[in-house]
């Protein structure tokens, strides 16, 4: 077993590219939590992505190109009757965007599936869906 890296990472996905070299991780650092980093196989940071520790970020996954992240993002981390959103951003922290809005009166259910890509070197494809009731299903390709 090997160590992936000199602070403690969250109980959340972890995602890589580059053939498993780069990973993008929730950690905790210097008391620090819910904070999203990039890092090498080496356990060498790359780059820190979110710095808003007021914010609660997580479940971080590369875009099927890796060059965008998707992650779970709630504005105050610490108001749990908020709803999580689904948030993507570039691979270096700029422009994040919001991918999902949620009404307010109800906890949507929220399946991702992700299909491995067909043939060799081909990336997975991520598959976003978001069930508000019965009938009213939104679907989401990236």
Sequence with gaps: MKKLC?????????????????????GRKDGLRNTLY?????????????SDTSRYYT???F?????????RYREQ????SQLDELWIMNDDG????QLTTYPRTIQPRVEVI???????????QFHFIQQYA???LQYLRY
């Design 94 to 97: 700029t422009k994040p965007r």
């Design 38 to 50: 990039m890092i090498n196989r080496d356990g060498g940071i790359l780059r820190t992505l979110t």
């Design 77 to 80: 981390k610490r108001n749990r």
């Design 59 to 61: 479940d971080p996954s």
């Design 63 to 71: 875009s099927p190109d890796g060059k965008q992240i998707v992650y």
């Design 6 to 26: 000199p602070f403690r990472l969250e109980d959340s996905w972890v995602s890589s590219r580059k053939n498993g070299s780069e990973l993008v991780v929730t």
């Design 134 to 136: 019965e009938r009213e």
């Design 114 to 124: 992700i299909a491995p890509g067909r043939g060799v070197g081909t990336q997975r």
